[in-house]
């Protein structure tokens, strides 16, 4: 196939992706989360689903709108270590790298969400952020073998056609800036997981459906073990993130239809006072 025709095949399955997105959220939601104006600023009306959500193990949890993330030295590791390797020198040790951005990160990266949390640290805090941001950094850099990628450190995200809903993604690399044929993400799951197939075509729609053409293939790598699995970006691919996703608005639709799963997840969750299974599971000394 010659690359006008594989790009123009791509484009023909973004399309086809979108169109069935459509379709699966009108089945989920009907008449709910219809998108009557431009989204607010707060993103009231809204809600969003991410990569990580794909693999939320509580549907009670989710259903209901609330902001669960915390930064921390774990939260903010893989944005700095993103950082590091795209402000990284050719042969610079990825090491050197982080320290010498975490050094000034107005000046690598002004509006980096976490400046404020990470200068407010003391020594001893700012130090073990680094060391871990380097740990992912070198791990993420292994992965890839070495190759010469456009590492990220801004999100992508996709309000869907006609709906109060958006899509947000979280890959780590390109191959390229314009028309990438490759998305590189790092994982912290286990590679032969499904849910890393799921976050790899999730992450194919939320890059493919702005461009209006799907990149070739999604590497999903492991900062721990240094290796990637590649998946060829497919109508299969595609459905099983679009079936997720339809999965999550029915939830978020009517909160009441989500069942419960109560795991060590329950310790913090927010609904805990007023959920049976996690209150019993708690009571019992947890999982």
């Not at 690359?3 to 123009?8: D, I, K, L, R, V």
């Not at 028309?179 to 075509?201: C, K, S």
Request: neutral net charge; proline residues 5%; glycine residues 10%.
């Amino acid at each position: 196939m010659s690359a006008a025709a594989s790009e123009g095949a791509r484009r023909e399955l973004a399309g086809r992706a979108a169109a069935r997105l459509g379709e699966a959220l009108d089945l989920a939601l009907g008449d709910t989360f219809r998108a009557t104006a431009k989204r607010p600023r707060d993103g009231a009306g809204w809600f969003d689903v991410s990569g990580h959500d794909l693999a939320a193990p509580c549907p009670a949890r989710w259903s209901v709108a609330g902001d669960d993330f915390v930064l921390s030295t774990r939260t903010v590791a893989g944005a700095l270590g993103r950082l590091a390797l795209r402000e990284r020198h050719p042969d610079e040790p990825p090491g050197a790298a982080v320290d010498r951005v975490a050094g000034d990160l107005f000046a690598a990266e002004a509006d980096a969400f976490y400046i404020d949390w990470f200068e407010g640290l003391d020594r001893a805090g700012r130090a073990a952020v680094r060391a871990a941001a380097t740990t992912w950094a070198v791990g993420a850099l292994a992965a890839v073998g070495g190759r010469e990628l456009r590492w990220q450190t801004t999100r992508r995200t996709c309000n869907v056609a006609d709906r109060a809903v958006r899509l947000r993604g979280g890959c780590d690399a390109l191959d390229r800036v314009a028309r990438p044929e490759v998305l590189v993400v790092i994982t912290g799951r286990a590679l032969g997981d499904d849910a890393v197939r799921v976050r790899a075509g999730f992450e194919a729609l939320v890059d493919g459906m702005p461009r209006r053409q799907t990149v070739d293939r999604v590497r999903m790598g492991s900062a721990a073990s240094a290796v990637t699995r590649a998946f060829p970006v497919t109508e299969e691919l595609l459905d099983a993130a679009i079936g997720r996703v339809a999965e999550l608005a029915a939830y978020r639709a009517v909160p009441d239809s989500a069942p419960a799963v109560p795991g060590r997840w329950c310790g913090d969750c927010p609904q805990l006072e007023v959920c049976p299974e996690g209150s019993a599971l708690m009571a019992a000394g947890g999982a």
